[in-house]
Nanobody
Framework: QVQLVESGGGLVQPGGSLRLSCAAS????????MGWYRQAPGKERELVAR???????NYANSVKGRFTISRDNAKNTVYLQMNSLKPEDTAVYYC????????WGQGTQVTVSS
């Protein structure tokens, strides 16, 4: 059974931090590159960070130096530590494999506002 469950979003002031978590089923997680995507209102979904099964990360320029992706292969969980948040980071955040499969979880809302 395919499962992607994101959590950890919320409302935070500019400059603040959040840590997102995603619990995935083994069929998606195991041996795959995992990524965090986001979709802001009126915009297309974009990949912001990805991590290989061996733990090598890669980031979009817009989040480089502020976000850190990690994974726990024993728990089939991927994390996104987000620091120095900006209003333009406001979006619904999703995890999925890279490339993504045609299944999405409910996502977790991140709102950066004063």
């Amino acid at each position: 059974q395919v499962q992607l469950v994101e959590s950890g979003g919320g409302l935070v002031q500019p400059g603040g931090s959040l840590r997102l978590s995603c619990a995935a089923s083994g069929s998606i997680f195991r041996d795959n590159i995992m990524g965090w995507y986001r979709q802001a209102p009126g915009k297309e979904r974009e990949l912001v960070a990805r991590i290989s099964s061996g733990g090598i990360p890669n980031y979009a320029n817009s989040v480089k130096g502020r976000f850190t992706i990690s994974r726990d292969n024993a728990k089939n969980t991927v994390y996104l530590q987000m620091n120095s948040l900006k209003p333009e980071d406001t979006a619904v955040y999703y995890c999925n494999s890279v490339p993504f499969i045609n299944y999405w979880g409910q996502g977790t809302q991140v709102t950066v506002s004063s």
